[in-house]
């Protein structure tokens, strides 16, 4: 018999048996461990005496952290990892390239965006797994169960159909699951899709007057982030939807949605290239002053 079998057949014959509890000064053999008897499990079951280390199970149940926190080597460990920039982790010397690793919490923005997507996963994730809510597809015809958790009235949709009243206008709740059109429209639509655009904007232009940025900065900025915004936006509406008219399920495709999410803030701001070190962001900010500044010009 494999020691692991005997280690649970071990466990088993002794759950019901008296368990000592955690008394100061209580030899360490007669602690417990969820409702085993380790002492009495080691002296009665020799098996188990040789998976489980006596001198392994007395130092585990005398551990004490804070020694462990005084000692040389953690705290050598502790100032290693402070001295670490999270935001600006080098990635290659030649070129230039850092990674900032706190890019989709770096603002307020990011934050709100970031934090968005996590709790429509988290409330999609609970609908399948509470409701058993899913999007099928079969051929030519998407089956919908427990539809009316997502406020979906129907069991079955056909492609033509949907093609049909997306392009008519019609507002059809399944669209925005499987129609990549009907989804962007949708994104757009939302209020926390278009707060989240809000906040990253209105955040960069206070930064900006704060620090007594030019107009042209301001207004450069502002027209780049509500831009980005609202590419993120509808990509990540795009993807969701994408992923639903292949079949994926409801919750793969959720999980997609918050991923693109994730990954457009770090390749918008949490690479940083080139001599100045700038992210993507930056560099179209910079670009774009440069074009309103141009422009400006042309009027004086």
Not at 153 to 173: A, C, P, R, T, W
């Amino acid at each position: 018999m494999k020691s692991e079998e005997l280690l649970t057949k071990g466990m088993i014959k002794y759950y019901t048996e008296p368990k000592a509890k955690f008394i100061s000064g209580a030899d360490w053999s007669e602690r417990t461990v969820g409702t085993y008897a380790i002492g009495t499990l080691l002296r009665t079951e020799p098996t188990c005496s040789n998976i489980f280390s006596r001198a392994f199970l007395y130092r585990l149940f005398n551990f004490n952290i804070n020694q462990l926190q005084n000692t040389e080597s953690y705290q050598n460990m502790q100032k290693k990892k402070d001295e670490i920039d999270w935001t600006a982790i080098p990635v290659t010397s030649t070129p230039s390239i850092l990674f900032d690793a706190t890019a989709p919490v770096s603002s307020y923005g990011n934050s709100f965006g970031t934090l968005a997507e996590g709790v429509a996963l988290t409330e999609t994730a609970y609908k399948v797994g509470r409701y058993g809510v899913n999007i099928r597809k079969k051929g030519d015809t998407f089956l919908v169960k427990n539809g009316e958790y997502i406020y979906i009235e129907g069991k079955k949709f056909h492609k033509n159909h949907i093609n049909s009243q997306v392009k008519l206008g019609n507002d059809l709740q399944v669209a925005k699951y499987v129609h990549p059109a009907a989804a962007v429209k949708d994104a757009f639509k939302s209020k926390i899709g278009l707060l989240g655009i809000g906040i990253t904007a209105g955040e960069n232009v206070y930064q900006n007057i704060e620090s007594n940025a030019s107009a042209s900065r301001v207004i450069g900025d502002a027209a780049v982030d509500v831009g980005l915004g609202a590419v993120s936006l509808a990509g990540g509406a795009i993807a969701v939807a994408t992923a639903g008219a292949v079949g994926a399920p409801i919750i793969a495709a959720a999980s997609v949605g918050f991923g693109i999410s994730v990954i457009a803030s770090y390749l918008l701001e949490g690479v940083k290239f080139g001599k100045k070190e700038k992210s993507l962001s930056e560099e179209l900010k910079d670009g774009v002053q440069k074009g309103v500044k141009t422009v400006a010009g042309w009027f004086k």
